[in-house]
């Protein structure tokens, strides 16, 4: 049975995660606390499996609150996110902390809306619990300045496209890569991150403050090149277009049933398509198997592919997606992706 305590100051909320997640014979709410302060204190008298908090609340908030537990107990903790700007940031912030994810506070929408959003909860509930919380760094731990891989001194890449799909978990794995990679770096990335439009923006701004190399939201219009990452907006998707002298990036709806925008998929084979061996695929953690036709597209192709190791993931989903079909040229862990990424540019 995993335990789940609820912290949030809205007694709606905290009546809706809790009836929702109560429908599970497999979860428990073991509590309910109105702020930081007392979500903190029942952390420490009930031991729950995973908590969910809210971030602005009175007396305590979720960010600091976040930091006590990361310090006295780790454990996982999905944050509940608004859907603004102001709720990205802090969202994001709540992440590099060390909580594995967050839920978009959408519950006041309507029923077809709330079946979704409910087997999503209890997903996201059960696949952080099994993980448990070895793959979460102390806030102590994020101080140490990124180690800069540095591209060969002699020779050109012969692949100067990565791409990248991730999901649950991604924001500071993606932050840990990019953070490691020299101004210099010798290809252009692009990103296909599971988010919501309103978090994708400040997502890719947070990255290009922390990163020698620039990385933005992706646009139509923008010509790829070395040293730039884009990132997919939540919500629509990025592919490749190849040119005679140039790669554009184009941003677009279609397909537009696809289960995920923006979709790995998606990305992964439009780079096959346009670039074909020149193509690095980086599948990182994440739930479900985005990714792995996208990564077949490209290994047809004559790309090459990396996994992320499942001992780093927060959900070893994605990435074991393309190992079980031997589709990874290589496991790495996060801590040598970087390198590793750099290392492929030339193979």
């Known amino acids: 049975m ?3 305590l609820v912290v949030d100051d809205s ?11 109560d429908k599970d014979p497999g979860i428990t709410v073991v509590g309910v606390a109105r702020n930081g302060q007392e979500g903190l204190d029942m952390v420490r008298e009930l031991n729950p499996d995973v908590v969910t908090m809210d971030i602005e609340m009175p007396k305590m908030d979720g960010l600091t609150a976040l930091r006590h537990i990361m310090m006295e107990s780790p454990r996982p903790v999905l944050m509940v996110s608004s859907l603004t700007t102001e709720g990205a940031e802090a969202t994001l912030k709540a992440m590099e902390l060390g909580a594995v994810d967050f839920i978009p506070k959408q519950l006041s929408k309507v029923s077809l809306d709330i079946i979704k959003i409910e087997k999503d909860l209890i997903e996201r509930v059960k696949t952080v619990a099994m993980r448990k919380m070895r793959h979460v760094a102390r806030p102590s731990a994020r101080k140490k300045p990124a180690t800069k891989v540095r591209p060969r001194a002699h020779g050109r890449p012969v692949r100067d496209v990565v791409a990248i799909g991730v999901s649950t978990g991604g924001p500071p794995v993606v932050q840990k890569i990019l953070s490691s990679l020299p101004a210099d770096f010798p290809a252009g990335i692009v990103i296909a991150q599971h988010m919501p ?3 994708t ?5 947070r990255l ?8 933005k939201e992706a ?10 990452a884009y990132v997919a907006p939540g919500g629509r998707h990025i592919v490749l277009d190849q040119k005679v002298s140039r790669i554009d990036v184009v941003v677009t709806d279609q397909p537009s049933d696809a289960l995920y925008k923006p979709s790995a998929n998606v990305l992964i084979s439009s780079v096959a398509q346009a670039v074909g061996k020149r193509g690095l695929g980086v599948i990182l953690t994440g739930m479900g198997n985005d990714g792995r036709e996208g ?7 004559g790309g090459r592919a990396l996994a992320q190791s499942d001992s780093t993931c927060v959900v070893y989903g994605m990435p074991k997606s393309i190992v079980d079909e031997n589709l990874a040229d290589e496991v790495v862990d996060l801590d040598d992706m970087a390198e590793s990424i ?3 540019l030339y193979k």
Do not use: H, Q
């Not at 290009?208 to 990385?215: A, F, Y």
């Open 2 to 4: 995993i335990k789940v």
């Open 11 to 21: 007694a709606f909320m905290r009546k809706a995660i809790s009836t929702m997640l």
């Open 197 to 199: 439009a309103a978090f």
């Open 201 to 205: 923006g400040p997502f890719a701004e």
């Open 208 to 215: 290009n403050g922390v990163s020698e190399i620039t990385v």
């Open 219 to 228: 646009e139509t219009g923008d010509v790829f090149r070395p040293g730039y």
């Open 295 to 301: 990564i077949r597209d490209l290994k047809g192709r």
């Open 342 to 344: 750099m290392a492929n």
